[in-house]
Antibody
Framework: QVQLVQSGAEVKKPGASVKVSCKAS?????LHWVRQAPGQGLEWMGI????????TYAQRFQGRLTMTSDTSTSTVNMELSSLRSEDTAVYYC????????????WGQGTMVTVSS | EIVLTQSPGTLSLSPGERATLSCRAS???????LAWYQQKPGQAPRLLIY???SRATGIPDRFSGSGSGTDFTLTISRLEPEDFAVYYC?????????FGQGTKLEIK
Protein backbone atom coordinates (compact mmCIF):
# COMPACT_ATOMS: atom_id res chain seq x y z
CA GLN A 1 0.00 0.00 0.00
CA VAL A 2 1.49 3.31 -1.11
CA GLN A 3 1.78 5.95 1.60
CA LEU A 4 2.49 9.64 1.19
CA VAL A 5 4.27 11.39 4.06
CA GLN A 6 4.53 15.16 4.04
CA SER A 7 6.87 17.58 5.79
CA GLY A 8 5.83 19.52 8.86
CA ALA A 9 3.95 22.74 9.46
CA GLU A 10 5.41 26.05 8.35
CA VAL A 11 4.94 29.66 9.38
CA LYS A 12 6.03 32.27 6.85
CA LYS A 13 5.88 36.03 6.46
CA PRO A 14 4.12 37.68 3.52
CA GLY A 15 6.35 37.80 0.46
CA ALA A 16 8.38 34.76 1.49
CA SER A 17 8.42 31.31 -0.13
CA VAL A 18 7.53 27.93 1.31
CA LYS A 19 8.60 24.47 0.23
CA VAL A 20 6.56 21.41 1.23
CA SER A 21 7.77 17.89 0.53
CA CYS A 22 5.89 14.65 -0.07
CA LYS A 23 7.66 11.30 0.17
CA ALA A 24 6.06 8.28 -1.49
CA SER A 25 6.64 4.79 -0.12
CA UNK A 26 5.77 3.12 -3.41
CA UNK A 27 5.46 3.79 -7.11
CA UNK A 28 3.20 6.62 -8.23
CA UNK A 29 2.46 7.59 -11.82
CA UNK A 30 1.55 11.17 -11.01
CA LEU A 31 1.23 13.27 -7.89
CA HIS A 32 -1.03 16.24 -7.36
CA TRP A 33 -1.02 19.11 -4.91
CA VAL A 34 -4.35 20.27 -3.47
CA ARG A 35 -4.87 22.93 -0.85
CA GLN A 36 -7.64 23.81 1.59
CA ALA A 37 -7.94 27.18 3.30
CA PRO A 38 -9.40 27.13 6.83
CA GLY A 39 -13.09 26.28 6.70
CA GLN A 40 -13.06 26.25 2.89
CA GLY A 41 -13.19 23.72 0.09
CA LEU A 42 -10.53 21.93 -1.90
CA GLU A 43 -8.46 23.64 -4.60
CA TRP A 44 -6.30 21.82 -7.14
CA MET A 45 -2.87 23.36 -7.66
CA GLY A 46 -0.97 21.17 -10.08
CA ILE A 47 0.34 17.75 -11.14
CA UNK A 48 3.81 16.27 -11.55
CA UNK A 49 5.22 12.99 -12.78
CA UNK A 50 7.71 11.97 -10.07
CA UNK A 51 9.83 10.22 -12.71
CA UNK A 52 10.37 13.42 -14.66
CA UNK A 53 8.65 15.59 -17.23
CA UNK A 54 7.14 19.04 -17.10
CA UNK A 55 4.61 19.73 -14.33
CA THR A 56 1.24 21.25 -15.09
CA TYR A 57 0.04 24.07 -12.88
CA ALA A 58 -3.41 25.52 -12.35
CA GLN A 59 -3.59 28.83 -14.14
CA ARG A 60 -4.07 30.89 -10.97
CA PHE A 61 -0.71 29.69 -9.62
CA GLN A 62 1.31 30.19 -12.80
CA GLY A 63 4.49 32.09 -12.02
CA ARG A 64 4.34 31.41 -8.26
CA LEU A 65 4.30 27.63 -8.09
CA THR A 66 7.15 25.23 -8.73
CA MET A 67 6.95 21.46 -8.44
CA THR A 68 10.06 19.31 -8.52
CA SER A 69 10.90 15.68 -7.94
CA ASP A 70 13.89 13.83 -6.55
CA THR A 71 13.80 10.26 -7.84
CA SER A 72 16.67 9.17 -5.56
CA THR A 73 14.51 9.81 -2.50
CA SER A 74 11.04 9.31 -4.04
CA THR A 75 10.20 12.83 -2.93
CA VAL A 76 8.16 15.51 -4.65
CA ASN A 77 8.45 19.14 -3.60
CA MET A 78 5.99 21.98 -3.93
CA GLU A 79 7.31 25.53 -3.62
CA LEU A 80 4.97 28.52 -3.52
CA SER A 81 6.50 31.99 -3.66
CA SER A 82 5.33 35.56 -2.98
CA LEU A 83 3.15 34.29 -0.17
CA ARG A 84 0.16 36.29 1.00
CA SER A 85 -2.29 35.76 3.84
CA GLU A 86 -4.74 34.08 1.46
CA ASP A 87 -2.21 31.26 0.98
CA THR A 88 -2.76 30.15 4.57
CA ALA A 89 -4.06 26.63 4.11
CA VAL A 90 -3.46 22.93 4.54
CA TYR A 91 -1.52 21.63 1.56
CA TYR A 92 -2.00 18.02 0.51
CA CYS A 93 -0.18 15.82 -1.94
CA UNK A 94 -2.33 13.14 -3.51
CA UNK A 95 -1.70 10.22 -5.82
CA UNK A 96 -3.37 10.11 -9.20
CA UNK A 97 -5.49 7.00 -9.67
CA UNK A 98 -4.18 6.32 -13.12
CA UNK A 99 -6.73 6.64 -15.90
CA UNK A 100 -9.51 7.91 -13.66
CA UNK A 101 -8.83 11.60 -13.17
CA UNK A 102 -9.18 11.19 -9.41
CA UNK A 103 -6.94 11.05 -6.33
CA UNK A 104 -6.89 7.80 -4.40
CA UNK A 105 -4.18 8.23 -1.77
CA TRP A 106 -3.54 11.43 0.16
CA GLY A 107 -0.77 12.70 2.36
CA GLN A 108 -1.56 13.78 5.90
CA GLY A 109 -1.50 17.46 4.97
CA THR A 110 0.88 20.30 5.84
CA MET A 111 -0.39 23.48 7.48
CA VAL A 112 1.17 26.62 6.04
CA THR A 113 0.45 29.84 7.91
CA VAL A 114 1.29 33.18 6.33
CA SER A 115 1.34 35.93 8.90
CA SER A 116 3.32 39.06 9.61
CA GLU B 1 -13.04 25.66 -16.95
CA ILE B 2 -15.95 23.60 -15.65
CA VAL B 3 -17.69 24.82 -12.50
CA LEU B 4 -19.22 22.20 -10.20
CA THR B 5 -22.17 23.22 -8.03
CA GLN B 6 -23.17 20.92 -5.20
CA SER B 7 -26.55 20.86 -3.49
CA PRO B 8 -27.77 21.09 -0.90
CA GLY B 9 -25.14 23.00 1.04
CA THR B 10 -26.15 21.18 4.21
CA LEU B 11 -28.21 18.01 4.53
CA SER B 12 -29.66 17.02 7.90
CA LEU B 13 -30.62 13.37 8.20
CA SER B 14 -30.78 10.59 10.77
CA PRO B 15 -28.82 7.33 10.86
CA GLY B 16 -30.58 4.70 8.77
CA GLU B 17 -31.99 7.23 6.32
CA ARG B 18 -31.06 7.55 2.65
CA ALA B 19 -28.88 10.48 1.55
CA THR B 20 -28.89 11.93 -1.96
CA LEU B 21 -26.22 14.49 -2.82
CA SER B 22 -26.18 16.38 -6.10
CA CYS B 23 -23.33 17.73 -8.24
CA ARG B 24 -24.14 19.80 -11.31
CA ALA B 25 -21.52 20.77 -13.90
CA SER B 26 -21.53 23.98 -15.94
CA UNK B 27 -20.61 21.96 -19.05
CA UNK B 28 -21.10 18.35 -19.98
CA UNK B 29 -18.52 15.95 -18.53
CA UNK B 30 -18.07 13.56 -21.41
CA UNK B 31 -15.09 11.53 -20.24
CA UNK B 32 -16.70 10.10 -17.06
CA UNK B 33 -13.95 11.72 -14.99
CA LEU B 34 -16.26 12.49 -12.05
CA ALA B 35 -15.32 11.50 -8.50
CA TRP B 36 -16.66 11.87 -4.97
CA TYR B 37 -14.72 12.32 -1.72
CA GLN B 38 -15.58 12.24 1.95
CA GLN B 39 -13.76 14.48 4.41
CA LYS B 40 -14.00 14.45 8.18
CA PRO B 41 -12.66 17.25 10.41
CA GLY B 42 -8.89 17.25 10.67
CA GLN B 43 -8.49 14.50 8.08
CA ALA B 44 -7.48 14.32 4.44
CA PRO B 45 -10.21 13.61 1.92
CA ARG B 46 -10.99 9.97 1.14
CA LEU B 47 -11.87 8.81 -2.37
CA LEU B 48 -15.29 7.13 -2.44
CA ILE B 49 -16.31 6.99 -6.10
CA TYR B 50 -14.39 7.46 -9.35
CA UNK B 51 -15.44 7.25 -12.98
CA UNK B 52 -18.97 8.37 -11.94
CA UNK B 53 -19.96 5.02 -10.43
CA SER B 54 -16.94 2.87 -9.49
CA ARG B 55 -16.35 2.41 -5.78
CA ALA B 56 -12.79 2.93 -4.58
CA THR B 57 -10.98 0.18 -2.72
CA GLY B 58 -12.56 -0.61 0.64
CA ILE B 59 -15.63 1.59 0.20
CA PRO B 60 -18.86 -0.03 1.48
CA ASP B 61 -21.57 -0.80 -1.05
CA ARG B 62 -24.03 1.58 0.65
CA PHE B 63 -22.18 4.29 -1.31
CA SER B 64 -23.11 4.57 -4.97
CA GLY B 65 -22.60 7.10 -7.73
CA SER B 66 -24.63 7.79 -10.84
CA GLY B 67 -25.30 10.37 -13.50
CA SER B 68 -24.15 11.62 -16.86
CA GLY B 69 -23.65 14.80 -18.82
CA THR B 70 -24.03 17.62 -16.31
CA ASP B 71 -25.92 15.96 -13.45
CA PHE B 72 -24.38 13.54 -11.00
CA THR B 73 -25.51 12.00 -7.73
CA LEU B 74 -23.91 10.36 -4.74
CA THR B 75 -26.30 8.14 -2.83
CA ILE B 76 -25.76 6.66 0.61
CA SER B 77 -28.42 4.00 0.99
CA ARG B 78 -28.56 3.73 4.79
CA LEU B 79 -26.60 6.25 6.80
CA GLU B 80 -24.21 4.99 9.42
CA PRO B 81 -22.97 7.29 12.23
CA GLU B 82 -19.52 7.47 10.60
CA ASP B 83 -20.99 8.81 7.33
CA PHE B 84 -21.66 12.27 8.71
CA ALA B 85 -19.00 14.41 7.06
CA VAL B 86 -18.42 16.80 4.16
CA TYR B 87 -18.64 15.43 0.63
CA TYR B 88 -16.99 16.87 -2.46
CA CYS B 89 -17.43 16.06 -6.12
CA UNK B 90 -14.49 16.56 -8.49
CA UNK B 91 -13.97 16.48 -12.25
CA UNK B 92 -10.97 16.27 -14.54
CA UNK B 93 -11.11 18.28 -17.70
CA UNK B 94 -8.46 19.33 -20.15
CA UNK B 95 -5.31 19.86 -18.04
CA UNK B 96 -7.30 20.92 -14.99
CA UNK B 97 -9.14 19.48 -12.03
CA UNK B 98 -12.06 21.14 -10.27
CA PHE B 99 -13.86 20.47 -7.00
CA GLY B 100 -17.37 21.38 -5.98
CA GLN B 101 -17.84 23.54 -2.91
CA GLY B 102 -18.99 20.61 -0.79
CA THR B 103 -22.11 19.31 0.93
CA LYS B 104 -22.11 18.96 4.70
CA LEU B 105 -24.04 15.91 5.86
CA GLU B 106 -25.04 16.43 9.48
CA ILE B 107 -26.95 14.42 12.05
CA LYS B 108 -30.55 15.53 12.49
Amino acid sequence: QVQLVQSGAEVKKPGASVKVSCKASGYTFYLHWVRQAPGQGLEWMGIINPSGGTPTYAQRFQGRLTMTSDTSTSTVNMELSSLRSEDTAVYYCARDLYGSGSFDIWGQGTMVTVSS
Amino acid sequence: EIVLTQSPGTLSLSPGERATLSCRASQSINNNYLAWYQQKPGQAPRLLIYGVSSRATGIPDRFSGSGSGTDFTLTISRLEPEDFAVYYCQEHGSSSYTFGQGTKLEIK
